[in-house]
């Protein structure tokens, strides 16, 4: 390790936050992890119970380590947690916890930059590499009625398993992944009655088909035109998927590519199409509001669930730490740079993990951290 007076912060300790250390440890430059929990992969151990990675076990290790075999193909929640352990022992990394950035500045002399930290603390860095999460804080619409509803409304993040639901009726909101797998999880685990909200028809995707993983898919397209990837998505889809209209799940309009570069991840499929066509899982229309105790639909249905799950998405919530740099964020709060690029007024500032490919996060964040720590390597090179 070269001695450097002003090591690289790194800024949260799950899987991108790590393979950024790793990558730039492997290189000689000092990285430190600041966690603001009190251990690594804080978001992961929050998940629900059932989650499982939907991209290979192959495809999702981090630089420098391999996800064991016996985790199987698609890794569970708490081998995952026990893989960002083993991946922060085996690299030896300096990791920092129970510690929280709360802001970013340029350094007075516009040579790197300052961290302000919980209990006064100031960390002076080199650069800085900014990975706290795609789920960093749980998003719940400001629905009218919300905050006077009688009912008992709670965010994805706060749902662990089934039991506690067992013989009730419960309206899942949103039909991404994680809510589409929550429905199929309280299907399959007693509750009385399942309804799933949908806005916008989602794509649904095979997780594998003849052994063949949408992942490998994922990335063989993403350089393709978007229209042509469009075209094949949808007779994939027609090959592949029933329709669902007779059950309240129409095909999208919208292409599937479309859809991805705007944010929209197709659902891959954990059980959700047997559900539905099982009548396990009954679509219906969007939540628009609530009164009392009951449930306003988009189509003036009145229904007063036992438990309203929404699974509405997460904010980035990075306002308060860069926000005030200017042309760090874009409108909707997110990076305009990830990986080796950092932006043209903050130069030595790096985000990673705050996308959601196609081609898999993991994936994605496995790669970012060895473009970030080339770039940084050369920085300092050119510096010295």
């Given at each position: 390790?070269?001695?450097?007076?002003?090591?690289?912060?790194?800024?949260?300790?799950?899987?991108?936050?790590?393979?950024?250390?790793?990558?730039?440890?492997?290189?000689?430059?000092?990285?430190?992890v600041v966690e603001k929990s009190d251990a690594v992969g804080a978001s992961w151990r929050r998940h629900y119970d059932r989650l499982h990675l939907h991209t290979t076990r192959r495809l999702s290790a981090l630089p420098g380590l391999a996800m064991p075999r016996r985790f199987g193909r698609w890794v569970a929640r708490d081998n995952v947690v026990r893989y960002l352990e083993k991946y922060a022992e085996?690299?030896?990394?300096?990791?920092?916890?129970?510690?929280?950035?709360?802001?970013?500045?340029?350094?007075?002399?516009?040579?790197?930059?300052?961290?302000?930290?919980?209990?006064?603390?100031?960390?002076?860095?080199?650069?800085?590499?900014?990975?706290?999460?795609?789920?960093?804080?749980?998003?719940?619409?400001?629905?009218?009625?919300?905050?006077?509803?009688?009912?008992?409304?709670?965010?994805?993040?706060?749902?662990?398993?089934?039991?506690?639901?067992?013989?009730?009726?419960?309206?899942?909101?949103?039909?991404?992944?994680?809510?589409?797998?929550?429905?199929?999880?309280?299907?399959?685990?007693?509750?009385?009655?399942?309804?799933?909200?949908?806005?916008?028809?989602?794509?649904?995707?095979?997780?594998?088909?003849?052994?063949?993983?949408?992942?490998?898919?994922?990335?063989?397209?993403?350089?393709?035109?978007?229209?042509?990837?469009?075209?094949?998505?949808?007779?994939?889809?027609?090959?592949?998927?029933?329709?669902?209209?007779?059950?309240?799940?129409?095909?999208?309009?919208?292409?599937?590519?479309?859809?991805?570069?705007?944010?929209?991840?197709?659902?891959?499929?954990?059980?959700?199409?047997?559900?539905?066509?099982?009548?396990?899982?009954?679509?219906?229309?969007?939540?628009?509001?609530?009164?009392?105790?009951?449930?306003?639909?988009?189509?003036?249905?009145?229904?007063?669930p036992d438990a309203v799950i929404a699974a509405t998405g997460y904010r980035r919530a990075l306002e308060g730490l860069v926000g005030h740099l200017d042309g760090v964020l874009d409108e909707r709060g997110r990076p305009r740079t990830h990986g080796a690029r950092t932006p043209a007024q903050a130069p030595g500032l790096y985000f990673t993990g705050f996308s959601n490919p196609i081609s898999g996060m993991?994936?994605?964040?496995?790669?970012?951290?060895?473009?970030?720590?080339?770039?940084?390597?050369?920085?300092?090179?050119?510096?010295?």
């Amino acid at each position: 390790m070269t001695t450097q007076p002003r090591p690289v912060y790194v800024i949260g300790a799950g899987p991108g936050g790590l393979a950024a250390a790793a990558a730039l440890r492997a290189r000689g430059v000092r990285a430190v992890v600041v966690e603001k929990s009190d251990a690594v992969g804080a978001s992961w151990r929050r998940h629900y119970d059932r989650l499982h990675l939907h991209t290979t076990r192959r495809l999702s290790a981090l630089p420098g380590l391999a996800m064991p075999r016996r985790f199987g193909r698609w890794v569970a929640r708490d081998n995952v947690v026990r893989y960002l352990e083993k991946y922060a022992e085996f690299h030896e990394l300096e990791l920092v916890t129970g510690v929280e950035v709360t802001r970013i500045e340029q350094a007075p002399d516009g040579d790197g930059w300052i961290l302000h930290a919980s209990g006064g603390r100031e960390l002076t860095a080199g650069a800085v590499v900014v990975a706290t999460g795609f789920n960093h804080t749980p998003a719940l619409p400001d629905w009218p009625g919300r905050d006077t509803y009688g009912g008992r409304l709670l965010h994805a993040a706060d749902y662990c398993e089934p039991a506690p639901y067992a013989g009730q009726d419960v309206l899942v909101v949103g039909v991404g992944n994680t809510g589409a797998e929550i429905a199929v999880d309280l299907a399959e685990g007693g509750a009385a009655r399942v309804r799933l909200a949908v806005r916008t028809a989602p794509h649904i995707v095979r997780r594998s088909t003849a052994g063949w993983p949408a992942q490998r898919t994922g990335i063989l397209v993403r350089r393709l035109p978007v229209p042509l990837v469009d075209r094949l998505g949808a007779l994939v889809a027609r090959a592949s998927v029933p329709d669902l209209s007779a059950y309240g799940l129409p095909r999208p309009s919208s292409g599937l590519y479309s859809g991805v570069r705007q944010g929209a991840i197709p659902v891959q499929d954990v059980g959700l199409i047997d559900a539905v066509r099982r009548g396990q899982v009954e679509p219906v229309a969007a939540v628009e509001s609530f009164e009392g105790g009951e449930v306003v639909l988009a189509d003036g249905t009145r229904i007063a669930p036992d438990a309203v799950i929404a699974a509405t998405g997460y904010r980035r919530a990075l306002e308060g730490l860069v926000g005030h740099l200017d042309g760090v964020l874009d409108e909707r709060g997110r990076p305009r740079t990830h990986g080796a690029r950092t932006p043209a007024q903050a130069p030595g500032l790096y985000f990673t993990g705050f996308s959601n490919p196609i081609s898999g996060m993991f994936r994605e964040m496995a790669l970012d951290a060895e473009k970030i720590a080339k770039a940084v390597a050369r920085s300092l090179r050119t510096r010295s």
